[in-house]
């Protein structure tokens, strides 16, 4: 339902650009968000914004990363830069939404597979 795809390797100060699409007919985004996991850490929330409010940032990413929203294509982005090693994880989007099922408005709340992004010095 949710395919990531953007991660790879990247020296220090580089930029990678995170993409995550639903499949299928949506009637709304209701929120979407970044997530990462660094070896051996607890996931960590990254980015997100709800409803299409303001987005929210970590402290360590605020300024160097971009959350936005394609609604057109289904898509989700996080623009990354001045990437350093302590940026280094998998990352997880979470987009929860609304569609048509059955005939009825119900909500979703999907993961996508997690992309690895190493960041070399």
């Known amino acids: 339902q949710v395919q990531e795809s953007g991660g790879g390797l990247v020296q220090v100060g580089g930029s990678l650009r995170l993409s995550c699409v639903v499949s299928?007919?949506?009637?709304?985004?209701?929120?979407m968000s970044w997530h990462r996991q660094a070896l051996d850490k607890e996931r960590e929330l990254v980015a997100f914004v709800i409803n299409g409010g303001s987005p929210v940032y970590a402290d360590s990413v605020k300024g160097r990363f971009t959350i936005s929203e394609d609604s057109d294509n289904n898509a989700v982005y996080l623009q990354m830069n001045s990437l350093t090693p302590e940026d280094t994880g998998v990352y997880y989007c979470?987009?929860?939404?609304?569609?048509?099922?059955?005939?009825?408005?119900?909500?979703?709340?999907?993961w996508g597979q997690g992309t690895q992004v190493t960041v070399s010095s």
């Open positions: 979470n987009v929860q939404v609304t569609r048509w099922s059955g005939g009825d408005l119900k909500e979703y709340d999907y």
């Open positions: 299928g007919s949506l009637y709304r985004i209701n929120a």
